[in-house]
T-cell receptor, first 115, second 113 residues
Framework: GDSVTQMEGPVTLSEEAFLTINCTYT??????LFWYVQYPGEGLQLLLK?????DKGSNKGFEATYRKETTSFHLEKGSVQVSDSAVYFC??????????????FGKGTKLSVKP | DTAVSQTPKYLVTQMGNDKSIKCEQN?????MYWYKQDSKKFLKIMFS???????INETVPNRFSPKSPDKAHLNLHINSLELGDSAVYFC????????????FGQGTRLTVV
C-alpha cells in the first residue's frame, strides 16, 4: 500500500541554520504531497503542498519540490528561527479517490531550534 | 470564527467507561475525518464521512463508532474504553470535489486510567 518515510528526529539546529527534512513516498497513481506542522500543544496546520510532479510548494520560507523520479518531497528552509520549533509531518493523499483529506502520514520529525 | 472545533480538549476517564468527542466545522465542507495520533506522534486515519455517509473505515475496533447528525458535525463515540485508546484524536474536514486541503481541529487528548 501507499506509504511515507521521513527522516527520524529529533533534529536540533542553531538559529539561522539550513534545514532539510527528507521525505520519500511509495504510491500507486499520482498523489498530492503535503507538509503539515504541529506546534507544541496545537493541532495540525498545512505548511505547503504540491499536487503534481515538479510542482514546488512554498510558505513561510519553507519549500519542497515534488520529484516523481526520486519519489521525494524534501522540506527545506534556508534560515530557521526559534519559532520554527515544531513537529513536521510529510503526507500524501491516499486511496479512495485521492481526496486531500484522506492522508497517509510519515512518522513526523521533531525540530528544535536553539537561539 | 474557529474553522474546525473539537470538544473537549482534554478527557481523562477510567477504563470501561463510554465517552464521546464532538467535532464541528463551519467551513461548509462535505467530508469530515477522524485521525488518531499515538504516543509516538504517529497519525493514522480512522474514519471518513461524506454528507453523513461513511466512506472510510480503517481497521478500528468496533468499540469506536462515528456519528454524523449532519454534514457539519462528526462525533466519535468510544465504548468500553481501554488503556490503549489513550491518544490524541484529531477531527478534520475538506471538500474533495473542490480538491481542497484538509483543515484540522486542535485535537482531543484522551487519557484512559
Amino acid at each position: 500500500g501507499d506509504s511515507v518515510t521521513q527522516m527520524e528526529g529529533p533534529v536540533t539546529l542553531s538559529e539561522e541554520a539550513f534545514l532539510t527534512i527528507n521525505c520519500t513516498y511509495t504510491a500507486t497513481g499520482y498523489p498530492s504531497l503535503f507538509w503539515y506542522v504541529q506546534y507544541p500543544g496545537e493541532g495540525l496546520q498545512l505548511l505547503l503542498k504540491a499536487t503534481k510532479a515538479d510542482d514546488k510548494g512554498s510558505n513561510k520560507g519553507f519549500e519542497a519540490t515534488y520529484r516523481k523520479e526520486t519519489t521525494s518531497f524534501h522540506l527545506e528552509k534556508g534560515s530557521v528561527q526559534v519559532s520554527d520549533s515544531a513537529v513536521y509531518f510529510c503526507a500524501l493523499s491516499g486511496n479512495y479517490g485521492g481526496s486531500q483529506g484522506n492522508l497517509i502520514f510519515g512518522k513526523g520529525t521533531k525540530l528544535s531550534v536553539k537561539p | 470564527d474557529t474553522a474546525v472545533s473539537q470538544t473537549p480538549k482534554y478527557l481523562v476517564t477510567q477504563m470501561g467507561n463510554d465517552k464521546s468527542i464532538k467535532c464541528e466545522q463551519n467551513l461548509g465542507h462535505d467530508t469530515m475525518y477522524w485521525y488518531k495520533q499515538d504516543s509516538k506522534k504517529f497519525l493514522k486515519i480512522m474514519f471518513s464521512y461524506n454528507n453523513k455517509e461513511l466512506i472510510i473505515n480503517e481497521t478500528v475496533p468496533n468499540r469506536f463508532s462515528p456519528k454524523s447528525p449532519d454534514k457539519a458535525h462528526l462525533n466519535l463515540h468510544i465504548n468500553s474504553l481501554e488503556l490503549g485508546d489513550s491518544a490524541v484524536y484529531f477531527c478534520a474536514s475538506n471538500n474533495p470535489s473542490a480538491n481542497t486541503e484538509a483543515f484540522f481541529g486542535q485535537g482531543t487528548r484522551l487519557t484512559v486510567v
